[in-house]
């Protein structure tokens, strides 16, 4: 399969505790970008790498949430100090270069924080 | 700044009737509009999208959406529905910044 993939799929945690959830998308796309979907909302933009630099971060991304593609292929996105509000499906989706191209979905990761 | 309205949450409709689902959109630029499919469990998987050109854009499964520039509009429609298409379905614009905004979603129900 040379589709997006997430992992962990599922993550359930205690308030407090810190996770990392990372993405490996479609090995020749040089874009990324994480989402946060919460029920009965569509994904919200919470960032954006082109290769390795990390070019654009949304308000929503508070100082707890951290990301990283180090090398310009996987990405890590991590939450400190998880608060239940954290709660939601995060979601990765690559994209080649041009114009046109679409972005790719992966299946995301559902966090639960307790 | 560009957003999305999609104006129902849920869209209930019997097997092989026809179904549109509205989707308006704020922007003072050109955009790319798309529309996405959500399975249970799933993925957003890209169902059309329009770039430019022809107006009207078809997937491969029936589906079509007609970008309408005076109205601000991009609503899915499809002919005949199937129980399959039962689905999470959001619309999405991409303006100068390639950083889509998605609308909150329709829920399409096919009852048999």
């Known amino acids: 399969d040379t589709g997006v993939s997430q992992n962990p799929r599922h993550k359930i945690t205690k308030r407090g505790q810190n996770v990392t959830f990372r993405c490996d998308p479609i090995s020749e796309h040089n874009r990324l970008y994480w989402y946060r979907q919460t029920l009965g909302q569509g994904p919200e933009f919470l960032t954006y790498?082109?290769?390795?630099?990390?070019?654009?971060k949304s308000r929503l991304l508070s100082d707890r949430f951290s990301a990283e593609r180090p090398k310009g292929s996987f990405s890590t996105l991590e939450i400190q100090r998880t608060e239940q509000g954290d709660s939601a499906m995060y979601l990765c989706a690559s994209r080649g270069r041009g114009v046109n191209n679409e972005q790719f979905f992966g299946p995301g990761t559902r966090l639960t924080v307790l | 700044a560009q957003s999305v309205t999609q104006l129902d949450s849920q869209v209930p409709v019997f097997e092989e009737a026809p179904v549109e689902l509205r989707c308006n959109y704020s922007?003072?630029?050109?955009?790319?509009l798309f529309w996405y499919v959500q399975y249970p469990n799933q993925g957003l998987q890209l169902l059309l999208k329009y770039l430019s050109g022809s107006t009207l854009v078809e997937s491969i499964n029936g589906f079509e959406a007609e970008f309408n520039k005076s109205q601000t509009s991009f609503h899915l429609r499809k002919p005949s529905v199937h129980i399959s298409d039962t689905a999470e379905y959001f619309c999405?614009?991409?303006?100068?910044?390639?950083?889509?905004?998605f609308g909150r979603g329709t829920s399409l129900i096919v009852h048999p």
């Open positions: 999405a614009v991409i303006e100068g910044s390639y950083i889509p905004t």
């Open positions: 790498f082109q290769n390795e630099a990390q070019l654009e």
């Open positions: 922007s003072s630029v050109s955009v790319y």
